[in-house]
């Protein structure tokens, strides 16, 4: 089979790799992940942790799966067979099958928003519509119960679609998804080359008497200026390690697959390195270029700061084209949805790599069947991401409110946590347990390029280290601390303020002279309000004469604070976000909390019983999202779970054959 199943080419192997690495989180995740995180503050942590944890990753998952095709294994629970002297291992392993239909599962539901979208670009939908409506829109898309087109259930439809299709390339093989990235990768760079002139010439051309101060070098500037305070914030670091992992797909087991199809002495360092500048490229350039300026040459740098998120490629970017005039709205919606189509599906592919490599080496099913067998498993899970989600509805019959529990739970155990407990585990076995100077000479064999020396020190402390730091801080991650510090010199107009940020749960309130300050736990921040952009209006009202130019409002992360708690005997305060207390639903409870404690203030007039209703269905809510998030962590168990015990049969009938 090892003979049959090798790449064509290595122009092949690299696009491919770097097909598997480009994805939505280039063009999506990145450059929210910069704006949240200060923009040039994230750049440089983000830069070292390329560099240091990255490349070296790269080049470790290149040498075990290439090892471990030596020895006839194309999945990582018998690649890590192979490299561990312990039974043990092979369970580890488990995680690099887990992960890539876990996340499949969900990413192809993503992938096919983008479809959707391409349709809806040609179809002219979104001419003429407003920002509003461009952005209710894709909440109507995501709550399958409504229809943008008249076809029932049209999510559900796109996204049967995006897996058929990728279901069918799977099931030609090597060759198949050689094909797919030789096309659709220099597609994607293309289409994102030309949005990224757009967004580099666009300047000031597009302010507006709305928003007078659009500027789209506002934006780029925000990304790239350098902040050197940001190397002291464990914040950031965690935030960069996160993005390197999710953008390069390390820890998922896929690059394992891909490079145990490589030939014994082919050039592994030099592949590894080019693919991964590769994808540095098209998301540190490309993606830094597209969405960022270009919105903030249209809404200006502060609505940007405000709203950055996920969404904004499906809720602002259609309404933005529309200002290019007809044609070349439709245009660029076909570049900018297709660009996102062709990085989901060169990676979505990647994924049922390493399930079809596992079935056919230890159950010996057919090619074709164990593609579509993989396409079965990823409609099972993936089918309660799309209707498993929540919604709330004004007086209207409007969405007012959607979130998607199960979708979240997966993208947070398989594409987040998951990625660092494999990629930890490979660390160690890699370095300690097949030992650094075998796995050294792995990675450098056939090599016309020579990793200099200091890498070799890299893998074995650094890397791993680095690892165990962003695991620990996910695990007890302490609660961001919000700060605000405002300008007032009206004392009515201090008071009022002083009152507002009482009832938002702040402390150790001051007032120095005109200056307003004070700070909570973000925890407590988040049981009151949804996101920033509602504590803004909170706060930014006649009484207060507050606008964003006259107050700061930061966040920051005291673990100075924690570990002195900690040696005083006082505990350590965990945020709603850290693996705790995410386990424990924490911010639903608190949110919970607030809202009963808010009904017990209530009286018995006309509009306190209305406020009281009101709570009650937020606390339906929440208890929905609960209820899905624990159905998503139990799916993933029973996922979990089914795999380790197909590696068990495989490890049985491997012994039975005398090959384990």
């Not at 192809?108 to 391409?118: A, D, F, G, P």
Request: glycine share 10%; with cysteine; charged share 15%.
């Amino acid at each position: 089979m090892a003979k049959q199943e090798q790449w064509g080419s290595r122009v092949g192997l690299i696009l491919a790799m770097a097909g598997n690495a480009v994805g939505l989180g280039n063009f999506l995740r990145f450059p929210v992940q910069a704006v949240n995180n200060g923009g040039g503050a994230f750049i440089i942590p983000y830069l070292i942790c390329f560099l240091l944890m990255g490349i070296p990753l790269l080049w470790m998952e290149w040498g075990m799966g290439r090892f471990g095709g030596k020895m006839g294994n194309h999945s990582t629970p018998f690649i890590f067979d192979t490299l561990g002297r312990k039974k043990l291992w092979k369970y580890f392993g488990v995680f690099g099958i887990f992960t890539n239909i876990a996340v499949a599962s969900y990413y192809c539901y993503i992938e096919s928003w983008t479809l959707s979208y391409v349709f809806h670009s040609i179809s002219d939908t979104f001419t003429g519509v407003s920002q509003a409506d461009t952005s209710y829109f894709f909440l109507r898309y995501i709550d399958v119960s409504k229809s943008t087109t008249g076809i029932p259930f049209e999510g559900v439809i796109f996204f049967v679609i995006c897996l058929v299709l990728n279901t069918y390339i799977l099931s030609k093989g090597l060759s198949g998804v050689e094909k797919v990235a030789k096309i659709g990768v220099p597609m994607l760079i293309g289409f994102g080359a030309l949005l990224a002139i757009r967004g580099l010439t666009l300047g000031t051309s597009a302010a507006s008497p709305e928003y007078p101060e659009a500027n789209a070098w506002e934006g780029i500037n925000f990304l790239w200026t350098p902040q050197f305070d940001s190397l002291a914030n464990p914040k950031v670091w965690l935030a960069a390690a996160g993005q390197i992992f999710f953008t390069l797909s390390l820890g998922m087991g896929t690059i394992q697959c891909y490079a145990s199809y490589v030939r014994s002495n082919d050039d592994i360092a030099l592949n590894a390195t080019t693919s991964g500048f590769a994808n540095e490229f098209v998301e540190v350039v490309l993606g830094s270029l597209i969405v960022i300026p270009i919105a903030a040459g249209y809404l200006g740098i502060d609505w940007v700061l405000d709203n950055a998120g996920f969404g904004m490629a499906f809720q602002t970017m259609p309404f933005l084209f529309q200002q290019w005039g007809l044609v070349l709205a439709k245009i660029a919606g076909v570049l900018w949805f297709g660009l996102l189509f062709f990085a989901g599906i060169t990676s979505s592919l990647a994924m049922g790599t390493p399930w079809i490599g596992f079935v056919k080496d230890e159950f010996k099913l057919p090619h074709k069947v164990a593609a579509w067998s993989f396409g079965l498993i990823i409609l099972l899970f993936g089918l309660p991401t799309v209707l498993g989600y929540v919604s709330g509805y004004d007086e209207n019959g409007k969405i007012s409110f959607l979130a998607q529990p199960i979708f979240d739970e997966y993208d947070y155990w398989a594409g987040t946590v998951s990625l660092v407990v494999f990629a930890l585990a490979e660390a160690i076995l890699f370095a300690w347990v097949f030992g650094i100077n075998k796995g050294w000479k792995e990675i450098n064999r056939g090599a016309d390029m020579r990793i200099p020396g200091i890498f070799k020190y890299i893998l074995k402390y650094i890397t791993p280290l680095l690892l165990l730091f962003v695991f620990v801080g996910s695990l007890i991650t302490p609660p961001s601390i919000t700060v605000v510090k405002a300008d007032i010199n009206d004392p009515s107009k201090q008071e009022f303020l002083q009152n507002q940020m009482q009832q938002a749960g702040f402390v150790d309130i001051q007032v120095k002279g005109k200056s307003v300050q004070g700070e909570m736990y973000k925890n407590d921040f988040k049981a009151l309000f949804p996101g920033i952009k509602d504590f803004r209006a909170w706060i930014e009202t006649p009484q207060t004469g507050l606008i964003k130019e006259n107050y700061r409002l930061n966040d920051y992360q005291d673990w100075a604070l924690e570990f002195n708690n900690l040696i005083r005997g006082n505990g350590w305060n965990l945020d709603n976000e850290s693996l705790i207390k995410r386990v424990m639903n924490g911010a639903q409870h608190q949110r919970i909390q607030w809202h009963k404690d808010a009904m017990a203030q209530l009286g018995e007039s006309r509009e306190d019983l209305k406020t009281r209703e009101k709570h009650k269905d937020q606390i339906q809510l929440i208890e929905q999202q609960i209820m899905l998030a624990n159905i998503g962590r139990t799916l993933l168990v029973i996922l979990f779970s089914g795999i380790a015990f197909l590696v068990y049969m495989a490890y049985l009938k491997r012994k039975k054959e005398g090959r384990a």
